[in-house]
């Protein structure tokens, strides 16, 4: 299984990281580090997130992972898993499409 991140949600996790280091670096480098383990774990089980609560999320197929205070959107499509985006488990998903359009 093929793991492919959008440039969306590099650039998510470089912002992250960067409010992050702010107050803690080493926390910062652990908290990124705990994002991309959970997404290798996809790598095995692609469908072992469930189709995203939101409803346009979830009618273009996306599903969603919680990870601490982060939601992980991504599609699974023909063997390979693409990460979309990676937002606070607060923010409205709504407005998330129209990025995720743009990829």
Request: aromatic share 10%; proline share 3%.
């Amino acid at each position: 299984m093929k793991i492919t991140w959008s440039f969306s949600a590099l650039e998510m996790l470089a912002d992250l990281h960067e409010y992050i280091s702010e107050e803690d670096e080493k926390a910062a480098d652990k908290y990124i580090g705990g994002i991309y383990k959970s997404v290798e774990k996809l790598e095995k089980y692609p469908e072992s997130c469930a189709p995203c609560r939101n409803e346009k999320l979830r009618e273009e197929g996306y599903r969603c992972c919680k990870f601490r205070n982060h939601i992980i959107i991504y599609e699974f499509v023909a063997e390979e898993v693409n990460i979309l985006a990676v937002i606070h488990s607060k923010r409205n998903p709504s407005g998330i499409k129209d990025i995720l359009k743009d990829e």
